[in-house]
Each structure stands twice: as C-alpha cells, then as structure tokens.
C-alpha cells in the first residue's frame, strides 16, 4: 500500500472517529446514574434520566411548542412557495429573470441580521410573544429556497401533461393542484423534511420573539439544562435523544418520497 494512500485512510478514520465519540458519549451518558462529563462508561445502565424527562411538565410543553412551530412554519413555507414555482416554471414574463435572481440571492441572505427590525415590528404590532408570529417568521424563513427547489421540479414535468389537462377544461389552479402537486410529491416530501429540521434546530427565532416561557420550544428549552452551578449531563443527554426523535419519525415515513426525489426527481 502506499504510503499516500495509507496516510488518507488513517486521516479518514481519525475523523470518522472524532465524528462518532459526541454521539456514544450521547447515548452513554443518557442511560447513566451518573453525571459525568467525559466519556465514562458506567457499571449500569438505567432509564431514570428519561424518566426525570419524560415525567418533566415544562419539558413535555416545549416539545409541543415546538412540533406547532416547526410544523406551523414548515406549512407556511411551502405553501406560500407553490404558486411562486409554478408561476416561475411555467409562465413567461418580463423581469422573470431578475426576479429569479433576487429569490436565490435571498437564499444566501443572512436573515437572521432582521431579526431586530423584525421585533421593534412585531412588538409594534402585537405579534411579538405570540406563537402566530413564530410561525409566520418561520414559515417566511424558507420561501425563497424552496420556490427554488419546486420551481425545478416544476420544470422536469412535460409540457404535454400540462397540455392535455387544458384540452380537458383544466384552468391554471387546476392544472397546478392535480397535476403538478401530485407528480412534485417526491419533492414536497424532500421539502417537508428540509424546513421541519431546520425549524426543529431553530434556537434565535423564538428566543428572541417570545418572553413567555410556556411558549419556549424545545429548542430554547434545551438551553435551560446549563444552570449556573450544576449540570445535569444525563438528564441533558436523554433530552438531546428525545429532540432526535420526531426528524427520525418524519424521515421513516418520506423515506419512499425521498428516494425518488434523488433517485430521479419528478418525471411525468
């Protein structure tokens, strides 16, 4: 063997190591009596952290805020994408171009450097510390790449499908709703997974938007295990588990959606 190639193979494993370590200190420290910090594997293991989770009254209520968040935003974004793409990938006009190019500078925007115009507005509109202006945020949040991504599934659909639904008396709307939305399914379920996790992983938004505790998803809730003299590390490592959990559940159901999408996209 070479030594180049032996060289690349003992760099790839040190870092495959370093990326493995957090998530068996995770799981290990989870199912621990004890508090530790390191890596340290106990003498046995026990369900009580989960249980101090689970039995967790403040805990339980964030995971709800932020299920209705992450699933009131990521509606939001994709339904106010689906006319944008459509109109983007079908319909030609002037300044169709400039505006594409707008919507994908705005992918790479920075938007959370709004976040503070964006409160003295909310405050002023009664809309801050209130779960409808979360979840407008949010749903806001992902437009732009996901009119991207649907407008190019869009574009894989023939152009024949589209005609025939017009020879048949389908209208826009419709065309749209029965055939363009059902072909795009593969994609809409790539889509679904994409804004759930990133809203789901969303800790400034809510943070900064709602003062209520009650109103905290488990995002900004998780950060309340970082006391000012005491750490629960097993408690903490339970609840990291669990936060997992509901983006394991949704990628198990899209799964067959997602394989097609990257298998081939949409075809008509």
Same mark, same amino acid.
């Given at each position: 063997?070479?030594?180049?190639?032996?060289?690349?193979?003992?760099?790839?494993?040190? *870092?495959?190591?370093?990326?493995?370590?957090?998530?068996?200190?995770?799981?290990?420290?989870?199912?621990?009596? *004890?508090?530790?910090? $390191?890596?340290?594997?106990?003498?046995?293991?026990?369900?009580?952290?989960?249980?101090?989770?689970?039995?967790?009254?403040?805990?339980?209520?964030?995971?709800?805020? $932020?299920?209705?968040?992450?699933?009131?935003?990521?509606?939001?974004?994709?339904?106010?994408?689906?006319?944008?793409?459509?109109?983007?990938?079908?319909?030609?006009?002037?300044?169709?171009?400039?505006?594409?190019?707008?919507?994908?500078?705005?992918?790479?925007?920075?938007?959370?450097? %709004?976040?503070?115009?964006?409160?003295?507005?909310?405050?002023?509109?009664?809309?801050?510390?209130?779960?409808?202006?979360?979840?407008?945020?949010? $749903?806001?949040?992902?437009?732009?790449?996901?009119?991207?991504?649907?407008?190019?599934?869009?574009?894989?659909?023939?152009?024949?499908?589209?005609?025939?639904?017009?020879?048949?008396?389908?209208?826009?709307?419709?065309?749209?709703?029965?055939?363009?939305?059902?072909?795009?399914?593969?994609?809409?379920?790539?889509?679904?997974?994409?804004?759930?996790?990133?809203?789901?992983?969303?800790?400034?938004?809510?943070?900064? %938007?709602?003062?209520?505790?009650?109103?905290?998803?488990?995002?900004?809730?998780?950060?309340?295990?970082?006391?000012?003299?005491?750490?629960?590390?097993?408690? *903490?490592?339970?609840?990291?588990?669990?936060?997992?959990?509901?983006?394991?559940? %949704?990628?198990?159901?899209?799964?067959?959606?997602?394989?097609?999408?990257?298998?081939?996209?949409?075809?008509?």
């Amino acid at each position: 063997m070479k030594l180049n190639k032996l060289l690349t193979y003992i760099v790839l494993s040190l *870092l495959g190591i370093l990326f493995v370590i957090p998530f068996i200190w995770l799981i290990v420290e989870a199912f621990s009596p *004890l508090n530790n910090v $390191g890596l340290t594997f106990p003498s046995y293991y026990t369900l009580k952290p989960f249980y101090s989770v689970l039995t967790n009254k403040i805990f339980i209520n964030s995971i709800y805020e $932020g299920l209705i968040q992450s699933f009131g935003g990521t509606f939001l974004s994709i339904l106010f994408a689906i006319g944008p793409a459509y109109i983007f990938s079908r319909k030609r006009f002037r300044f169709r171009l400039p505006l594409l190019l707008g919507i994908l500078l705005l992918t790479g925007f920075p938007v959370f450097s %709004l976040l503070i115009p964006e409160y003295v507005f909310y405050v002023k509109e009664s809309l801050y510390n209130n779960i409808i202006g979360v979840i407008l945020f949010l $749903g806001v949040l992902n437009v732009p790449i996901d009119i991207w991504i649907l407008k190019n599934s869009f574009d894989q659909i023939p152009q024949a499908i589209e005609k025939a639904s017009y020879i048949d008396g389908a209208s826009n709307l419709k065309s749209m709703l029965y055939i363009f939305l059902p072909l795009a399914m593969p994609i809409m379920a790539v889509l679904i997974i994409l804004n759930f996790v990133i809203n789901w992983g969303n800790f400034y938004v809510p943070y900064i %938007l709602l003062s209520s505790t009650h109103l905290f998803p488990i995002s900004v809730e998780i950060y309340s295990f970082f006391g000012a003299y005491n750490v629960q590390y097993n408690e *903490l490592a339970a609840f990291s588990i669990i936060y997992t959990i509901p983006a394991i559940i %949704l990628y198990i159901f899209s799964q067959k959606y997602m394989i097609k999408a990257l298998s081939g996209g949409v075809k008509g």
